[in-house]
Nanobody
Framework: QVQLVESGGGLVQAGDSLRLSCAAS????????MGWFRQAPGKEREFVAA????????VYADSMKGRFTISRDNAKNSVYLQMNGLKPEDTALYYC??????????????????WGQGTRVTVSP
């Protein structure tokens, strides 16, 4: 089991950038696939991006490609989401997720048993 704590959310203007961080506690972080989901007010939770155990495979939702970048630092037990060119429609609660083992990536929320509490991102027009 791994515990996940997100940080880095906040209020920004359209076009700004934010970097979300997720710190994981527990053993064998480098054996987990890590990812990000988000949930906007009144909408269903949606997949954002995921990265495999060693970082050589990443998957993004189509609407995030080219704007968002997921990365990880296994030495720091952390995963990051760099978000550029933010839009008001990116406003949401962003969740860090994890699954062991870390070879396969999927975009379904049920695939990930470990979830953080979320960090809120608000993008003003």
């Amino acid at each position: 089991q791994v515990q996940l704590v997100e940080s880095g959310g906040g209020l920004v203007q359209a076009g700004d950038s934010l970097r979300l961080s997720c710190a994981a506690s527990g053993r064998n972080f480098d054996a987990y696939v890590m990812g990000w989901f988000r949930q906007a007010p009144g909408k269903e939770r949606e997949f954002v991006a995921a990265i495999n155990w060693n970082g050589d495979n990443t998957v993004y939702a189509d609407s995030m490609k080219g704007r968002f970048t997921i990365s990880r630092d296994n030495a720091k037990n952390s995963v990051y989401l760099q978000m550029n060119g933010l839009k008001p429609e990116d406003t949401a609660l962003y969740y860090c997720v994890a699954r062991f083992p870390g070879h396969e990536i999927r975009n379904g929320s049920n695939f990930y048993p470990n979830w953080g509490q979320g960090t809120r991102v608000t993008v003003s027009p």
